[in-house]
């Protein structure tokens, strides 16, 4: 059974740092791509971070590119997510994900192979 598991979230003052892992189990995800989503309460589900295969290419939203950082372990199947300079408006559920495919990751990830249940985080002001 192929399991993503997010770790990590809580609640952070403005200006302070996070970093969430997300652990895969249950295939090898060497050969996939991995990222990471938001979903804010009443907001669409957006783009984060995704990382190659390698770890070679990373990709992010305009908005959030100098804060977050993603990063990936293939001999311990896990990818991190580094969250620098939080902001309230970064309070949200983190979701993992995986796929074959970083088109997926463009769209919104409709079609992801696979999602993790989500990690809190929630940046007070």
């Known amino acids: 059974q192929v399991q993503l598991v997010e770790s990590g979230g809580g609640l952070v003052q403005a200006g302070g740092s996070l970093r969430l892992s997300c652990a895969a189990s249950?295939?090898?995800?060497?050969?996939?791509?991995m990222g990471w989503f938001r979903q804010a309460p009443g907001k669409e589900r957006e783009f984060v971070a995704a990382?190659?295969?390698?770890?070679?290419?990373?990709y992010y939203p305009d908005f959030l590119k100098g804060r977050f950082t993603i990063s990936r372990d293939n001999a311990k199947n896990t990818v991190y997510l580094q969250m620098n300079s939080l902001k309230p408006e970064d309070t949200a559920v983190y979701y993992c994900?995986?796929?074959?495919?970083?088109?997926?990751?463009?769209?919104?990830?409709?079609?992801?192979?696979?999602w993790g249940k989500g990690t809190l985080v929630t940046v007070s002001s």
């Open positions: 249950g295939r090898t995800f060497s050969s996939y791509v």
């Open positions: 994900a995986s796929d074959p495919r970083l088109s997926v990751f463009r769209a919104r990830g409709d079609g992801m192979d696979y």
């Open positions: 990382i190659s295969w390698s770890g070679g290419s990373t």
